[in-house]
């Protein structure tokens, strides 16, 4: 006779053998919050990699198939939405517990930010702080060193850049009151030129933990080793540095180009040291480089929100991000079937209404406008995630839409709906297919973005208010680094009509 326990373990074997995926994701997040009430980035990462590896199970079960977008890739927020329907996670909730969910960057350190400060002493420098200026370049470093000092006090640290990294030996009340920041920092080191391989290997080297180090400087390249070169060659020489110096430190560290103008009365240095008198503006930058982590606390925070208002500094032109994602993701977007803007005809597919998707992917019943027989369609979308400028998110002719319609992307405004959807995109096309047909929307990656492009020169024996000598090669070698393989693109959205 077969005892009856060994016949309960015989269904629970067999059981345990037929659980599905779907079953295995549901109990990997039921694990990881009952754990301590939360789901952290490493546990995060492993749900990740077990939806990557059962991809082809969890994208047939209806209960799953939101959370990968029909190229393959993990919707973050639609993953976010699965975890909070969960089991555990709504009995947490219910037991007014409520789990916290860490998708993205690493563990949050709670030590506050600490800046260090890396002011360019060499002498096309001086002139920035000239006693006949107005003063706009001193009131920025002050507007950025209170604010950094207000959130964690008396731990700033300033530095000297040139030949050689050196302490300023100021503390921030002495900075202040400096009528021409430069008279102590032309003390250190050699002012006749900057050496920016080895001062961005030394900044990159000791920014680790909760450091936040911003450079100042013009970047402009100067360095008499490669005296006798051709501009041309001397350009390409500093972009290949820049691309040895930030190989290491890719993947760990990012870096956020801020271009100002501020009056500058004084001698010009060109390239080649040639001098020249020059009163007016000219345009100086603010290089912010931290560890991944840091850098997504400073965009993240609420506590920094007043910090990383870059564009409110006195001069604020423009600014870029260079960092590495290796984990693509997806924003969430939704196509707004109500919205003012759309032109023609369409509703949400049946199988979404079923399957009560957050999202809007799909339409059914699609026909052009009445009147002038074109269609529009607007789709919400947020960008929050990108560290791009807002001159690049609502340029319409950086997104690229392919498909039988020949949509293209008339409009991006700024939007603030559903889901944290940052912008709204408008589709147009004048004469839309007919059948079951996809849209493809990407946003593309480009270097140089315009603003540098139109800041770089090639020659600058007559300096002017807006242009930067070797910007665009100085910034190409950074770029080589952080995307070595020339991603061509930041996301891929997909649409579907019929």
């Given amino acids: 006779m077969i005892h009856p326990r060994f016949c309960s373990l015989l269904l629970l074997v067999a059981l345990a053998g037929c659980s599905s995926s779907v079953d295995k994701l549901d109990d990997q997040i039921s694990d990881a919050l009952s754990n301590d009430n939360a789901i952290d980035v490493t546990e995060a990462d492993a749900l990740r990699v077990f939806v990557g590896q059962d991809s082809k199970e969890l994208g047939k079960d209806k209960k799953t198939a939101a959370i990968l977008t029909p190229d393959g890739k993990i919707d973050e927020s639609a993953l976010l939405a699965y975890i909070k329907r969960n089991r555990t996670y709504r009995k947490l909730a219910k037991e007014g517990k409520t789990p916290t969910v860490s998708l993205s960057g690493t563990v949050a350190s709670a030590k506050p930010l600490r800046l260090k400060l890396y002011l360019e002493a060499s002498a096309s420098m001086f002139p920035y702080d000239a006693p006949s200026g107005n003063g706009a370049f001193k009131r920025t470093l002050n507007d950025v060193l209170t604010e950094f000092d207000g959130i ?42 900057t050496n920016f391989e080895g001062i961005f290997s030394e900044i990159l080297r000791n920014t680790s933990g909760d450091d936040v180090s911003v450079l100042v400087s013009d970047l402009i390249y100067s360095d008499p080793s490669l005296a006798g070169m051709s501009a041309q060659k001397t350009l390409d020489a500093a972009s290949s540095l820049l691309t040895t110096v930030f190989n290491p430190y890719a993947s760990t560290h990012s870096m956020l180009v801020v271009k100002l103008k501020s ?51 006195p001069g604020y032109a423009d600014s870029w991000f260079f960092g590495r994602d290796d984990k693509t993701t997806t924003p969430f977007y939704s196509i707004l079937v109500n919205d003012p803007a759309k032109k023609g005809r369409f509703k949400r597919s049946n199988e979404e209404v079923r399957s009560h998707a957050k ?30 400028p807002a001159s690049l998110l609502t340029d319409a002719s950086q997104y ?24 709204k995109l408008l589709l147009s096309t004048p004469k839309p297919a007919r059948g ?36 665009q090669n100085l910034l190409q070698g950074v770029e080589r680094a952080y995307n070595p393989n020339n991603q061509t693109e930041y996301f891929t959205l997909i649409i579907n009509l019929q």
Avoid at 263 to 276: E, H, L, M, R
């Fill in 263 to 313: 009056d500058f009365a004084g001698t010009y240095y060109s390239w080649n040291n040639a001098k020249k008198k020059y009163a007016g503006e000219r345009p100086y930058y603010l290089c912010l480089i931290g560890r991944n982590e840091t850098m997504q606390k400073l965009y993240q925070d609420q506590t920094y929100q007043t910090i990383r208002r870059f564009d409110q500094l």
């Fill in 436 to 471: 079951e047909r996809t849209a493809t929307i990407r946003l593309r990656r480009q270097f140089p973005p315009r603003w540098i492009a139109n800041t770089n020169t090639t020659n600058d024996a007559s300096p002017d208010t807006n242009s930067t000598f070797g910007l």
């Fill in 359 to 388: 999202a809007i992917h799909t339409l059914d019943n699609v026909e052009a406008d009445v009147t002038d027989k074109s269609l529009t369609i607007p789709v919400a979308v947020d960008l929050s995630a990108l560290r791009l």
């Fill in 152 to 193: 964690n006090p008396g731990q700033g640290k300033l530095f000297v850049v040139n030949t050689e990294v050196n302490d300023l030996g100021l503390s921030l009340s002495q900075f202040f009151k400096e009528k021409d920041i430069f008279t102590v920092a032309k003390t250190k080191g050699k002012t006749t030129s």
């Fill in 400 to 423: 690229v839409v392919e498909g039988k319609d020949n949509f293209k992307v008339s409009s991006v405004q700024t939007y603030s709906g559903a889901n944290g959807t940052t912008h």
